[in-house]
């Protein structure tokens, strides 16, 4: 059974309901929202194995309730074989429809044309539960027209000041038996999930955003989690970004107080198409860093160093073959602290 409860402001119980199980086994309930009318939605996903013919995957639900809890309806999504459809949050409008985020086929509804793999999925619900569209992120070809391979997902949302969303979750950048390919991924999409930018993160081995927020200044609040030593080493990060998703500071948590770093600018600049430099770099303490060069868009072009550093002044190799003339941007991650520098490269 579901279990769902209402609490009073002082915690105590004004009334509970018991909801029917929508799967038998291993079902999962991350999301919830309230609606204007104080209508809930409850979405998560279950195991289907043995239970729906011809899939073996998760399957989505939403539970849709009146204000005391009694179920007005319940939806199951159904992906394609062998392809996990998950819910992890919603916003409900203002309208009566819902956004909601998690993972599913690799296909944008209504279009059953596409059918690979799963994706970053953003989808508008309407006030019946059935899909309005849905948008796939994080797979070459949809989405940021980047290469990525199964699974990516967002985990948390959030309505940004123009009425548009911002998404955080894990993007994967390899191939999808290898967890250390994961990144922290960030999008911004407007009113109709239509992508304005993204970006993607790297710390350690492995990262992810578990939550995002809006900030009051345009820019966005991020908790998220670096994984190394083959899972056998965990750290959860406060990071702040700018309105761009360019990051301003992060703040770890459990770990010890922040090292100081530096970042010059590379030498010679404007770097020549084709050419080649150095940049020189300082840790006051010895760090797992990593040094990379991305492009306008926040797209990772070059990784220059990264692991762990002793501490001291390194210098690294810039080598611009294969890049495009433009402006891109050369950032430093190290002990819990981000400095970036502007990189112009010439034709």
Same mark, same amino acid.
């Given at each position: 059974?579901?279990?769902?409860?209402?609490?009073?402001?002082n915690g105590?119980? #004004?009334?509970?309901?018991?909801?029917?199980?929508?799967?038998?086994?291993?079902?999962?309930?991350? +999301?919830?929202?309230?609606s204007?009318?104080?209508?809930?939605?409850?979405?998560?996903?279950?195991?289907?194995?043995?239970?729906?013919?011809?899939?073996?995957?998760?399957?989505?639900?939403? #539970?849709?309730?009146?204000?005391n809890?009694?179920?007005?309806?319940?939806? #199951?999504?159904i992906?394609?074989?062998?392809?996990?459809q998950?819910?992890?949050?919603?916003? !409900?409008?203002?309208?009566?429809?819902?956004?909601?985020?998690?993972?599913?086929?690799?296909?944008?509804?209504?279009?059953?044309?596409?059918?690979?793999?799963?994706?970053?999925?953003l989808?508008?619900? +309407?006030?019946?539960g059935?899909? #309005?569209?849905?948008?796939?992120f994080?797979?070459?070809? =949809?989405?940021?027209?980047?290469?990525?391979?199964?699974?990516?997902?967002?985990?948390?949302?959030?309505?940004?000041?123009?009425?548009?969303f &911002?998404?955080?979750?894990?993007?994967?950048?390899?191939?999808?038996?290898?967890?250390?390919?994961?990144?922290?991924?960030?999008?911004?999409?407007?009113?109709?999930?239509?992508?304005?930018?993204?970006?993607?993160?790297?710390?350690?081995?492995?990262?992810?955003?578990?939550?995002?927020?809006?900030?009051?200044?345009?820019?966005?609040?991020?908790?998220?989690?670096? &994984?190394?030593?083959?899972?056998?080493s965990?750290?959860?990060?406060?990071? =702040?970004?700018?309105?761009?998703?360019f990051?301003?500071?992060?703040?770890?948590?459990?770990?010890?107080?922040?090292?100081?770093?530096?970042l010059?600018?590379?030498?010679?600049?404007?770097?020549?198409?084709?050419?080649?430099?150095?940049?020189?770099?300082?840790?006051?303490?010895?760090?797992?860093?990593?040094?990379?060069?991305?492009? +306008?868009?926040?797209?990772?072009?070059?990784?220059?160093?990264?692991?762990?550093?002793?501490?001291?002044?390194?210098?690294?190799?810039?080598?611009?073959?294969?890049?495009?003339?433009?402006?891109?941007?050369?950032?430093?991650l !190290?002990?819990?602290?981000?400095?970036? =520098?502007?990189?112009?490269?010439?034709?």
């Open positions: 059974m579901i279990m769902l409860i209402r609490l009073g402001r105590e119980k #004004i009334w509970s309901r018991e909801i029917p199980q929508v799967f038998r086994i291993a079902s999962e309930l991350p +999301a919830l929202a309230r204007r009318s104080n209508e809930y939605y409850l979405g998560g996903s279950g195991d289907t194995t043995n239970l729906h013919p011809g899939y073996d995957g998760r399957l989505a639900f939403i #539970i849709k309730t009146d204000s809890g009694q179920q007005l309806w319940r939806k #199951i999504y992906g394609n074989f062998h392809s996990n998950t819910i992890r949050d919603f916003i !409900a409008l203002e309208d009566g429809s819902l956004m909601a985020c998690g993972q599913g086929n690799g296909h944008s509804y209504p279009d059953p044309g596409w059918n690979t793999g799963e994706d970053g999925c989808w508008k619900i +309407a006030p019946d059935d899909v #309005i569209w849905q948008r796939n994080g797979f070459d070809g =949809k989405g940021d027209g980047i290469t990525s391979h199964e699974p990516d997902e967002f985990y948390s949302m959030d309505r940004t000041r123009d009425g548009g &911002i998404l955080a979750g894990q993007l994967r950048s390899g191939p999808a038996t290898d967890d250390s390919t994961l990144s922290a991924y960030l999008v911004k999409v407007d009113s109709n999930g239509m992508q304005q930018w993204w970006r993607s993160y790297r710390f350690e081995s492995t990262d992810r955003f578990w939550k995002v927020k809006s900030a009051s200044d345009g820019g966005y609040i991020l908790v998220g989690e670096s &994984i190394w030593n083959n899972f056998a965990r750290n959860l990060y406060l990071m =702040k970004t700018d309105s761009l998703g990051c301003e500071g992060i703040t770890s948590v459990g770990s010890p107080a922040p090292v100081s770093i530096s010059d600018t590379p030498y010679p600049h404007p770097l020549a198409a084709q050419g080649s430099g150095t940049v020189r770099y300082t840790l006051a303490q010895a760090s797992n860093l990593r040094l990379s060069l991305h492009d +306008a868009l926040g797209r990772e072009a070059r990784v220059l160093a990264s692991g762990f550093t002793d501490a001291g002044e390194h210098i690294a190799s810039v080598e611009s073959g294969g890049l495009a003339p433009g402006l891109y941007l050369l950032r430093l !190290a002990g819990g602290q981000a400095v970036q =520098k502007t990189v112009i490269v010439t034709r």
